[in-house]
Each structure stands twice: as C-alpha cells, then as structure tokens.
C-alpha cells in the first residue's frame, strides 16, 4: 500500500516535467504522452526494488531506453516530414515562434539517440558522464553523438547555425 | 548574453512548452498506470512458472523414461528381459566396467580375423569389449573356437589365456607362464553360481581354480574315470562315472572333502547302456545333468535326467521321433531345459529358436552369464530398438537443454541488436516476450 500511495505521489509532482522531456524526445504530445505512461508502467513493476530516492532518475532512464528502442517505437513516432504536424504551436507572431518550429523539425530528423543526447545535454543540462550514465552509454559515446547531432542540426536548421555553431565546452 | 548552448537550451525549453501546452488529453489514470505494471509483473512470473514448469515436466519425463530401460544385471531378478533377436550388423565398442556383461559370442574366424568374441547386451545389440574407448584397446576372448565360460555375475571369464577380469580386462596370472595351472588348463570350464570358483574338467580330472586362478582342488587318483558336470551349490561339484552294474552313478564332491560321493544313479536303462557319455552338462541350480555321447553312438544322442534320483526328465516338445543334436558349444539352460548354443539359441527337440542374430554373419558358441537365460522375451527386434530410442533420448534430453540455451542467447542477442539498430530481427511473436 505504502508502494502505491509513493507511486501516487510520484506521478502527480513529476508528470510535467517527464511529459516535457518525453516530448522533445518523440515530437508529439500524444507520443510523449504515451512514453511517459510507458515508462511509468515499467517503474510501477519494479516499484518495489527502485531506490525511493533515485525513482525520477530510474523513471528518465527508462524513458530514454525507450525513445532510442528504435523498432519498438518507431512505429508510435510521428512523421517527421509532416509539415502540419506543429501548426497547433503557439502563434506568437514572432520569429522566435519561427525558430523553435525549424528546432523542432530538425530535431526529428536526428536519430533517436542524436536526439536523446541533445535533449539530456541541453534540455536536463545534465553533464557528460550524467548523461552517459542516463543512457547507459560511455561517455566518448556521448561527446561523439553530440557532436554529429549538433553538425546535422547545422546541415537541416543553417538559419540556426548560430545558436548552435560552436563547439560547446566539455562539462 | 547567451552563450550559443544556453540559447539551445532555451529554445528546447520553449519548443517543449509549444508541445506539451497543446496537448487535448486529460492527465494521467495513475490507478490504470499502478495496475497495468502490477498486471505485467503477474503475467511475467506466471510465465516464468510456466515454463519452469514445462522444463521440470520434461526432465520427469525423461526420468520416467530412463528409469523404464530393463537393467542389464543379471542378478536384478524379474524385471529383465532378452532379446530374441540380436542385432549384429554395427557391433559397437563396450567400455569394460561399464555393466556386467550378459552374453558373449564367438566369432568365426576368417582368414583376416581371429578367433574372439563378441558381448550382447541385453538391449539386442552386439558389441565389442575394450579398455577404452579406442577400438584398438578391445580385448579378445577366446576359447579354442567356443565361446568362453562367463561367470554368473558377468564380471570375469574364463578364457583360452587365463582368468579375465572383465571390470578392467585385466588377466589373472595367465595359463602360459605357470606351469601348475598349465597342466589343469582343461577343454572346459565351468563357474561356480557364486563367481568364486571355476571347475575346469582336464585330462586327469576335474580341478578348481579361485578367481585368483589358483587351485583349489586338483584331481585325485583315480578321478580320470568322472566326467565333470558343473555345481551343486557354491562349494560341491557335481559330476558322473561308471557305476559298477551299468548305467552312471551321480557323484559329488565338495572343496574340502577328499574324495568322490555317489548320490544317486542313472539306471542302464535311462542310457540304454551307453558307455560313459563324452560330455556332462550340469544346470545352473545343479537339478538335472545333461549327459551327451558322441552323434553315431547311439541313437539317443543325449538324455536329460534329474541330478537327485537320476531318473529321465523329457525335453521340452520332445517326442519319440525327434531327436536333438548336440554341437561342440555347452548348453545355456533355460527354467531347468538346456538349449543348443551354435549360432544363436534353440530348442533342441523343437528346434524353435530362442535368440537369433538378426544379420547374415555366421556365428559360433553362445555363452551366458552362468550359463542361464534369465528373464522374459523382449518381442523381436522392435524392442532392441526401443531400448536405443531411448538411449537416444537420453543423450537428447541434454543436447535440446544446450540448443534451447543457445537459441535463447541467440535470441536476446538479435534483440538487443535489433533495438540498437532498429531493425526487427525477431518476429513480432517472439521479440513482444521480451
């Protein structure tokens, strides 16, 4: 009982906050939606052996392996050449507007775990060997995918070249 | 200002309010959330439990299986049977020490083989006797062309060579290097029902060696004239001679005593006045004699009498026209009848056979663990490959253990692989299992 009342708990205070990371990792607020549900299903059936303390960096980790599970998840993916699939965002008339919608296509073409990176790095802003160690990779692997997912955002977004254009320093 | 990722980072914020503010759907069930892992766990262990189960279900069924393979110890009682036909076409390679040996064969010898024997299993099977698993490490049996006296437990023989310990293949003090045992080297041998003792009838006599092949009893004065049968019991001989008024008297003698004791006679009119048989057989449990003259002799060429009053006991289907031919091979006595041993088992008045080799191979003498074909008839051949079957699956059972465990490996493997490179290596049926 005490399990489900932690459970309870744990969903109410940080579905926001995974449904954001979800969505930059699949696109789309229904995907998201379910990667979250997904992942929190996973972590309802090992409630019982996650360290109550470390539940939300079980929980990402989860949601990440997910993301990146290609075959599986492909298939919940939105299009990523559909060009009406964000024009419910918010229309500011801004070209701030502008740009997060050329960010967001670009980033659906990276490869899932392109993208998984980027968002770890710069979204969570988690350091190198966090981030490593969220995606259960090794952290050469991450400077590397880092880095060709920041050149092709360079080659699919140029307008955005600047935000992104140098070498960010190692952390 | 911004440093280029600080920007990245606030337009990934910005970009994830944009799709996460739109969003139409309500917020999470948390109860559905809470039951459907609890639900997968369940399902997960009750598929866990299910093949654990199939896998104990497995094992308890080879284990059923197994445990049906008649034993091939001779001494194990009811439960055995015998092949009534003996596959000879790929005779095997036999471990010594691996079981007691039930049967031997002679081989006729051609002009590339020597004389030797071969072991059948009670499986239906024929196969060659070796130290290892070499078969240029077999060990040859013979017997001056019969097969040589196998001892009731099935662990020693005797041989042309010596006493060989089947166990090991190792040879007790062989024939030609002591001088002793050279002059009691007769032209059969005979084990005692407890494998202790072989009598062996010579020239001067019968003698008794131990299982050492040291004598135990040599021949007294006057013992050329009894005719060496086999065994009362574990410590008295049994044998015949000449009885004063005709006919043979059924004499005794014990491993300790001295001399010869009469204890029952063959009346001369049970032998029709036959002179001394050439040969005397005596039964496993030593009940009845069987006393053969050489063919020509006489025209009842061997008689069957009880070996307490010596009176004439009829062959089974014997009649008053048939007539049974002995050949150069000892007997093998089957529920007090004996059987002709050339080249397989038969009735001798019936002539209906009892153990045939199932190829075209010519074969000598047949001789059994004491000399005894115990248990029922495993119904021709189908039962000799019923017993391979299941030794096939015996060493199946282990080998789909390992395919299994390979496939299983195999199968995470491609998973794995096929999650990193979002390929489906798997069928659908197969990857949703993990």
């Given at each position: 009982?005490?399990?489900?009342?932690?459970?309870?708990?744990?969903?109410?205070?940080?579905?926001?906050?995974?449904?954001?990371?979800?969505?930059?990792?699949?696109?789309?607020?229904?995907?998201?939606?379910?990667?979250?549900?997904?992942?929190?299903?996973?972590?309802?059936?090992?409630?019982?052996?996650?360290?109550?303390?470390?539940?939300?960096?079980?929980?990402?980790?989860?949601?990440?392996?997910?993301?990146?599970?290609?075959?599986?998840?492909?298939?919940?993916?939105?299009?990523?050449?559909?060009?009406?699939?964000?024009?419910?965002?918010?229309?500011?008339?801004?070209?701030?507007?502008?740009?997060?919608?050329?960010?967001?296509?670009?980033?659906?073409?990276?490869?899932?775990?392109?993208?998984?990176?980027?968002?770890?790095?710069?979204?969570?802003?988690?350091?190198?060997?966090?981030?490593?160690?969220?995606?259960?990779?090794?952290?050469?692997?991450?400077?590397?995918?880092?880095?060709?997912?920041?050149?092709?955002?360079?080659?699919?977004?140029?307008?955005?070249?600047?935000?992104?254009?140098?070498?960010?320093?190692?952390? | 200002?911004?440093?280029?990722?600080?920007?990245?980072?606030?337009?990934?914020?910005?970009?994830?309010?944009?799709?996460?503010?739109?969003?139409?759907?309500?917020?999470?069930?948390?109860?559905?959330?809470?039951?459907?892992?609890?639900?997968?766990?369940?399902?997960?262990?009750?598929?866990?439990?299910?093949?654990?189960?199939?896998?104990?279900?497995?094992?308890?069924?080879?284990?059923?299986?197994?445990?049906?393979?008649?034993?091939?110890?001779?001494?194990?009682?009811?439960?055995?049977?015998?092949?009534?036909?003996?596959?000879?076409?790929?005779?095997?390679?036999?471990?010594?020490?691996?079981?007691?040996?039930?049967?031997?064969?002679?081989?006729?010898?051609?002009?590339?083989?020597?004389?030797?024997?071969?072991?059948?299993?009670?499986?239906?099977?024929?196969?060659?006797?070796?130290?290892?698993?070499?078969?240029?490490?077999?060990?040859?049996?013979?017997?001056g062309g019969t097969?040589?006296?196998?001892?009731?437990?099935?662990?020693?023989?005797?041989?042309?060579?010596?006493?060989?310990?089947?166990?090991?293949?190792?040879?007790?003090?062989?024939?030609?290097?002591?001088?002793?045992?050279?002059?009691?080297?007769g032209s059969r041998?005979?084990?005692?029902?407890?494998?202790?003792?072989?009598?062996?009838d010579t020239a001067?006599?019968?003698?008794?060696?131990?299982?050492?092949?040291?004598?135990?009893?040599?021949?007294?004065?006057?013992?050329q004239q009894v005719r060496a049968a086999?065994?009362?019991?574990?410590?008295?001989?049994?044998g015949v001679r000449p009885?004063?008024?005709g006919g043979l008297?059924?004499?005794?003698?014990?491993?300790?005593?001295?001399?010869?004791?009469?204890?029952?006679?063959v009346?001369a009119?049970a032998v029709r006045g036959s002179a001394t048989p050439s040969r005397v057989f005596a039964?496993?449990?030593?009940?009845?004699l069987l006393l053969v003259w050489p063919g020509g002799s006489d025209p009842a060429r061997s008689v069957l009498v009880?070996?307490?009053?010596?009176?004439r006991?009829?062959l089974?289907?014997e009649?008053?026209?048939t007539t049974a031919v002995w050949g150069s091979c000892d007997p093998?006595?089957?529920?007090?009848?004996p059987?002709l041993a050339d080249?397989?088992?038969?009735?001798p008045a019936?002539?209906?056979?009892?153990?045939?080799?199932?190829?075209?191979?010519?074969?000598g003498c047949?001789?059994?663990?004491?000399?005894?074909?115990?248990?029922?008839?495993?119904?021709?051949?189908?039962?000799?490959?019923?017993?391979?079957?299941?030794?096939?699956?015996?060493?199946?059972?282990?080998?789909?253990?390992?395919?299994?465990?390979?496939?299983?490996?195999?199968?995470?493997?491609?998973?794995?692989?096929?999650?990193?490179?979002?390929?489906?290596?798997?069928?659908?049926?197969?990857?949703?299992?993990?």
């Open positions: 009982m005490a399990d489900r009342e932690a459970f309870d708990s744990y969903v109410r205070e940080r579905w926001d906050p995974l449904l954001r990371t979800a969505a930059l990792l699949t696109g789309d607020a229904t995907a998201a939606e379910d990667l979250v549900q997904e992942s929190l299903v996973r972590a309802a059936r090992h409630w019982h052996r996650v360290d109550p303390g470390a539940v939300d960096a079980y929980v990402r980790r989860v949601m990440y392996t997910r993301s990146i599970d290609a075959w599986r998840w492909r298939r919940h993916q939105p299009d990523p050449v559909d060009p009406t699939r964000h024009d419910t965002a918010r229309d500011d008339g801004t070209d701030e507007l502008a740009t997060r919608l050329t960010l967001v296509e670009a980033l659906s073409r990276l490869t899932p775990r392109q993208r998984a990176v980027l968002v770890a790095r710069f979204y969570e802003d988690r350091t190198e060997v966090d981030t490593a160690r969220v995606l259960g990779c090794s952290v050469s692997m991450v400077k590397s995918q880092t880095r060709h997912a920041l050149e092709r955002l360079r080659l699919l977004a140029p307008e955005l070249a600047s935000t992104f254009g140098r070498k960010e320093a190692p952390r | 200002m911004n440093t280029p990722t600080g920007e990245l980072t606030r337009l990934l914020t910005g970009a994830a309010d944009d799709i996460v503010e739109h969003r139409t759907a309500p917020g999470p069930d948390i109860p559905q959330l809470w039951r459907r892992g609890r639900r997968v766990t369940w399902a997960a262990r009750t598929a866990a439990a299910g093949i654990l189960g199939v896998v104990l279900l497995l094992v308890a069924t080879g284990g059923v299986l197994l445990s049906g393979i008649p034993a091939t110890v001779p001494s194990v009682g009811g439960m055995l049977t015998y092949p009534e036909v003996v596959s000879d076409l790929f005779p095997e390679l036999l471990r010594t020490g691996d079981e007691p040996i039930f049967g031997l064969v002679a081989t006729v010898p051609t002009a590339s083989e020597s004389d030797d024997s071969l072991v059948i299993e009670r499986r239906g099977a024929l196969a060659s006797l070796g130290t290892s698993a070499v078969r240029a490490d077999h060990i040859v049996l013979t017997a097969a040589p006296a196998l001892a009731p437990d099935g662990k020693r023989v005797r041989s042309s060579e010596g006493i060989v310990d089947l166990t090991d293949g190792s040879l007790t003090r062989p024939n030609s290097t002591d001088p002793v045992i050279q002059s009691l080297t041998s005979v084990w005692s029902p407890d494998s202790q003792h072989v009598l062996v001067n006599g019968p003698a008794v060696l131990n299982v050492y092949a040291d004598p135990v009893l040599t021949p007294a004065a006057g013992d086999g065994w009362r019991d574990i410590t008295t001989l049994l009885a004063a008024g008297d059924i004499v005794t003698r014990g491993l300790t005593e001295p001399r010869w004791t009469t204890v029952g006679t009346a009119d039964a496993p449990d030593g009940s009845r009880d070996a307490r009053t010596g009176a006991v009829p089974a289907g009649t008053s026209a093998v006595w089957q529920a007090g009848q059987l080249g397989g088992l038969r009735r019936s002539g209906e056979t009892v153990m045939a080799f199932s190829g075209h191979t010519r074969h047949v001789a059994l663990a004491g000399n005894e074909l115990t248990g029922t008839p495993a119904p021709g051949a189908a039962d000799a490959w019923q017993e391979r079957l299941w030794r096939l699956w015996a060493a199946a059972l282990p080998l789909g253990g390992v395919l299994a465990l390979v496939g299983l490996v195999w199968m995470v493997v491609a998973l794995r692989r096929s999650r990193r490179h979002g390929e489906r290596f798997l069928p659908m049926v197969l990857g949703r299992l993990f």
